[in-house]
């Protein structure tokens, strides 16, 4: 034997590249095997119910209207131009080319494109926990169970595709790719305008490296531009519209007038999401600020900052939590030793998404309530409708406003004015009228009306949820 071979069993031995290569991909075969999993298991949760509701696009959720008909005009005849800024444009024009063979908006469409993008946020937080600290897996099923991130991640709006955005961008700046994670800024604004909030970990990712970080905050604002571009065209129109979109929010919604200070409400609303993984998160949280390494200040900041953002809200909507859930599903991951326990709790926010994507197989009582209408009253009756119905193509319909705070009282909510105007039937839904009954005292007109309806008018239809129908009551007057 030459005196320059050593045994196979030798630690001087080298390893054989080919040997090498196998154990690369027998590891990357196992994560994908696994991420595969959790996408495929979160595919079918996100696919039972993507038709709830239809062909109406405002009973799952109400901002579809505003979203998936605009997209669906972008290509037919429309131009580029959205002539309407409450929310960016990318979203829109993300959706414009699957709407392109439909002759008709077509929800159902604009919603298999939402899980889509929400599965792609789910892979985004598997890189992002992976990036910052070694493991992907309680990331990605976090968001993956999240019953917020299940429930939104079939509706065709922007809360989903902002997660998605935020969770690379992220994922982008713990790996110091400060370029592309600019970029990834810019697009996520281009969905959501509060995607702005991760300039804050960007300048983070970049301090020191101040060409560096220049260039990606340039990027960051081509990138909201390329993807928005008429806000430029339309600069005031964009910047009313978006501060009314804001100042809504922070004035309060119908339903929110006796909930909790926005501290507890935000908290409570991602315990609703995640259940006792929140403290995982939340503790994970506590050791990044304290320790402060640069990946502990990218994820913990972003928390920070966009939850103080939160604070000055009154409409307290569960939506609004979900950008934080990568960042938080990446730092309850740094604990390795806890992750069996980890994934165990999940079986709570997986066991509620279930029980609420159970209540999607049923009929909504509006699709009833909407068939019913169809063959008693005639086309081209004046009726009068609160906000949540179904639309009536065929009726002559008067659209009472949403009550709201700060809103101006709806003339329109009188018995007897709608008498006068030759209204003839008025379609309530529990959607609102139990909002307003529940805050009377922040409402008493409203609430009169709807006492008025009861007292003075005829009731021809009713309909409660149950025995196979989800979603509100719904009664019809005849006046």
């Not at 509706?155 to 961008?169: H, K």
């Not at 501060?243 to 909930?259: M, T």
């Not at 379609?427 to 909002?435: E, F, P």
């Amino acid at each position: 034997m030459s005196e320059h071979e050593t045994s196979p069993g030798s630690p001087a031995a080298p390893r054989p590249r080919s040997s090498r290569f196998r154990r690369a991909a027998d590891r990357w075969s196992g994560t994908a095997a696994v991420l595969g999993a959790i996408l495929a298991g979160a595919a079918a949760l996100r696919f039972v119910g993507i038709e709830y509701g239809l062909p109406f696009g405002n009973l799952l959720n109400p901002d579809e209207q505003s979203i998936v008909p605009r997209a669906w005009k972008l290509v037919h005849g429309g131009g580029g131009d959205p002539h309407w800024f409450d929310y960016p444009t990318l979203l829109m024009y993300v959706n414009a080319p699957f709407q392109a063979w439909q002759d008709e908006p077509s929800f159902l469409t604009a919603r298999i494109v939402a899980v889509v993008l929400s599965l792609g946020s789910i892979a985004a937080a598997w890189w992002l926990g992976r990036r910052a600290y070694g493991t992907g897996l309680v990331a990605a099923a976090i968001v993956a169970v999240c019953t917020i991130h299940v429930a939104y991640s079939r509706t065709a709006v922007t809360d989903v595709p902002l997660t998605f955005g935020v969770a690379v961008a992220l994922a982008l700046m713990v790996k110091g790719r400060i370029e592309l994670a600019g970029i990834a800024v810019g697009l996520a604004t281009g969905f959501k305008y509060p995607g702005v909030f991760l300039l804050v970990p960007l300048v983070v990712a970049g301090w020191q490296r101040w060409s560096r970080l220049a260039v990606g905050i340039a990027l960051a604002v081509a990138a909201f531009f390329a993807s928005s571009p008429f806000v430029l065209v339309h600069r005031q129109q964009a910047w009313h519209e978006a501060r009314r979109v804001q100042q809504l929010a922070r004035d309060g919604w119908l339903g929110f007038e006796h909930d909790h200070a926005a501290p507890i409400a935000f908290v409570a609303r991602l315990w609703d999401g995640l259940g006792p993984v929140l403290i995982i998160c939340a503790l994970g949280l506590v050791v990044a600020l304290i320790r402060r390494t640069r990946v502990d200040l990218i994820l913990g900041l972003f928390v920070v900052v966009y939850f103080i953002d939160l604070l000055t809200l009154r409409a307290h909507f569960d939506r609004y939590v979900l950008p934080l859930v990568p960042a938080l599903g990446a730092l309850a991951a740094r604990f390795r030793s806890l992750a069996p326990v980890t994934l165990l709790l999940l079986v709570v926010p997986l066991t509620w998404s279930i029980r609420d994507t159970k209540l999607l197989t049923s009929t909504d009582t509006r699709l009833i309530a909407f068939s019913w209408v169809q063959g008693h009253i005639p086309a081209g009756t004046h009726v009068a409708a609160d906000p949540s119905t179904t639309p009536f193509d065929d009726l002559d319909v008067l659209h009472l406003a949403l009550p709201g705070p700060k809103r101006l009282f709806d003339p329109n909510r009188n018995v007897a004015r709608l008498r006068r105007e030759g209204i003839r039937f008025v379609i309530i839904t529990g959607s609102v009228t139990d909002r307003v009954l529940a805050a009377r005292s922040d409402y008493p007109r409203e609430a009169s009306f709807y006492n008025a309806l009861r007292r003075r008018t005829r009731l021809v239809y009713h309909l409660e949820p149950g025995d196979g129908r989800a979603g509100p009551w719904v009664s019809i007057y005849r006046l």
